[in-house]
């Protein structure tokens, strides 16, 4: 074919084009737009129907909060605004949840669908927020695609106790939108609406803290109120200072603060926050800076995506040099591209937005979390996005060149984001696939653990307590955990490995003294008496007031025929911690003595403190025979 040739063919593949785009554009169409868009994403998302609530967080948030449970009762709206619980004070989040048992029940498909309709939600808002302010519908519409699709998403829509992300990012970009809306008509009463839709959003979760940062921002661009004349940047609005703009923040940044300060104190209730100790200054920030290369990569190409990326300490010095090249490569490109206003807009809302969860503030023992990228992934979307449309529309490329493309792209995260929730089905299948896809993960090993335990399959359980045990230093109080499981399902050896790792370990006297007696229980029940007393005797060196060691002694000194020794453990023991079964007991040890006044008095003690007699006297019938003692 001739070059001419060539050329006729080409002007007729760009007619084809324009006429077909004048036929659907985006800015045209928006009615049908956010309808393909919300059609895409329940398709995608179709099997969250059939998912369940998994272990651990959902017993937290749905079925193990009685509160909750009970539905959206006044009891209810008291507690979600009084309590601080796993870790939040985040009201919103909880009545979102009452509301969905007082609908649904436990039925999970109905609290699955309820996320999934929030996350369709923002990615329809996402849509109309860059369609109103840039005037450009393809890439707009792309880029919620993008964040409808994207499978790093699955996270927050599939975990039922995730309803705190995809209901705060509702909010947050409703305020986005609101700020639009008042940047270009003004209004006291839009701008109170802007700081209402922060403050449910916060309430929700206080991840959204960074608003205030993303509002500077979005004055940059697309806005362009912000170093900018209504000349340089297309739709910009009236020039405004820096400073002005940060004034007109205050309130935002003061809310932001006042949350920030609530959840740290929430985050130290629960025990969550992190020392320096566990994980050092040095360790936080090699993580922090690797982690931000691996959001990048997750979203470039995802993945091997988990629920929990364990922390294992100072990664690398490789991995860490590496990711900061990168990071500071895209930082100068930025700066240097930041005529293209899109470029530093969206490269420092992903830095930015990521700080609250980048861990130098650690809380958990995650490294990161996919869900963490819920918000900062925009950005990068931004990034990606808009400078491909900007060549496109420079280049005169017949949009049909671009778009196939960005369907494949498109179908192909959809495709992934389906499959991805079929790992969400059940908390067996989440644990055992994170396994697979990530190394030395203790969490997915004591996730699933716990799982197959509430399946009544505690041999397998053990199996990977001792896996997880392997891959982290647990601390002496969950060693002994470990150790109580394994020997209420007959490890006992097992067990007492746990407790004398324990008592050889712990600081804590009382910790120690309570992990001898429990080896002292488990030699018990192997029928190693002698044992036993020395494991009750090493608990009283560490503390000599410890009751499980003083009636454990006690007993075995009966057993023994030594009732004057019994009758002063057990005198000293009801010292410390009084009860029902341990006067019975010791009335017995006074009658074998000979002390029958005594024991009378004993008895007497016994039913004056005991709300249940007949079972106070069964318990210490139980008790001596476990010692290998019957009453005479």
Request: proline share 5%; net charge neutral.
């Amino acid at each position: 074919m001739s070059s001419s040739g060539k050329l006729r063919r080409q002007q007729k593949i760009e007619s084809a084009s324009e006429k077909s785009g004048a036929a659907f554009s985006p800015q045209k169409n928006v009615f049908i737009a956010c309808l393909a868009l919300v059609v895409a994403t329940l398709a995608f998302y179709n099997p969250v129907a059939h998912c369940g609530f998994v272990y651990s967080d959902d017993i937290a948030y749905v079925t193990g909060t009685q509160h909750v449970r009970a539905g959206l009762t006044w009891a209810t709206v008291e507690w979600a605004f009084g309590a601080i619980h796993t870790g939040f004070w985040h009201p919103l989040t909880w009545l979102s949840h009452a509301l969905d048992c007082q609908v649904f029940g436990l039925n999970a498909a109905g609290h699955h669908y309820v996320s999934l309709l929030l996350h369709t939600a923002s990615a329809v808002l996402l849509f109309l927020i860059l369609l109103e302010a840039t005037g450009a519908g393809w890439p707009s519409l792309v880029i919620a695609a993008l964040f409808a699709s994207h499978p790093e998403n699955v996270e927050s829509v599939a975990w039922a106790s995730e309803r705190k992300n995809v209901l705060s990012m509702f909010f947050f970009l409703w305020a986005l939108w609101a700020y639009g809306r008042y940047v270009k008509r003004g209004g006291i009463r839009r701008y109170v609406g802007v700081v209402s839709l922060f403050a449910l959003g916060l309430m929700a979760k206080p991840q959204i803290i960074t608003l205030p940062f993303v509002l500077l921002l979005w004055d940059y661009w697309p806005l362009g109120s912000m170093f900018s004349t209504p000349s340089n940047v297309e739709g910009a609005s009236t020039p405004r200072s820096f400073t002005y703009l940060v004034k007109e923040k205050v309130p935002l940044f003061l809310l932001a603060a006042v949350c920030s300060v609530v959840t740290v104190i929430a985050q130290r209730q629960e025990s969550a926050l992190r020392t320096l100790g566990e994980y050092s200054f040095s360790a936080r920030m090699g993580n922090a800076i690797v982690s931000y290369a691996r959001y990048i990569g997750h979203t470039l190409w995802p993945t091997r995506l988990a629920p929990i990326y364990p922390h294992t300490g100072v990664p690398p010095m490789s991995q860490i040099a590496a990711a900061a090249v990168l990071l500071v490569l895209v930082t100068a490109v930025v700066i240097w591209r930041r005529d293209l206003r899109y470029l530093p807009v969206g490269w420092f809302w992903f830095l930015g937005t990521l700080v609250p969860v980048i861990g130098i503030v650690q809380t958990g023992e995650q490294a990161m979390a996919d869900r963490y990228a819920y918000l900062p992934m925009i950005g990068l979307f931004l990034m990606l996005v808009w400078p491909i449309a900007a060549a496109v529309e420079a280049k005169h490329i017949a949009k049909v060149w671009a778009a196939v493309p960005a369907l494949m792209v498109l179908v192909t995260l959809g495709v992934l984001t389906y499959l991805q929730l079929a790992h969400w089905h059940d908390g067996e299948t989440l644990w055992r696939y994170t396994i697979g896809v990530t190394e030395r993960n203790y969490l997915a090993h004591d996730n699933l653990a716990m799982v197959l335990d509430g399946e009544g399959r505690p041999d397998e359980a053990i199996s990977e307590f001792l896996v997880s045990e392997q891959y982290h230093r647990y601390p002496p109080d969950q060693l002994l955990k470990i150790g109580l499981y394994e020997q209420r399902n007959g490890h006992f050896q097992g067990a007492i490995e746990q407790y004398q790792k324990v008592s050889g370990s712990a600081a804590d006297a009382k910790l120690r003294a309570a992990a001898w007696s429990q080896t002292g229980s488990a030699y018990i029940q192997m029928g190693e008496f002698e044992q036993a007393r020395k494991s009750y005797e090493n608990g009283l060196q560490a503390n000599p007031n410890d009751p499980p060691s003083l009636v454990g002694s006690a007993m075995l000194a009966e057993r023994d025929g030594n009732f004057s020794e019994a009758v002063m453990r057990l005198n000293q023991a009801m010292k410390v911690e009084p009860s029902g079964v341990g006067y019975l007991l010791l009335a017995d040890a006074l009658r074998h003595a000979g002390r029958f006044q005594e024991a009378q008095a004993a008895e007497d003690l016994a039913g004056k403190i005991s709300p249940n007699l007949d079972q106070a006297r069964k318990t210490a019938a139980d008790t001596q025979v476990f010692f290998g003692y019957k009453a005479r």
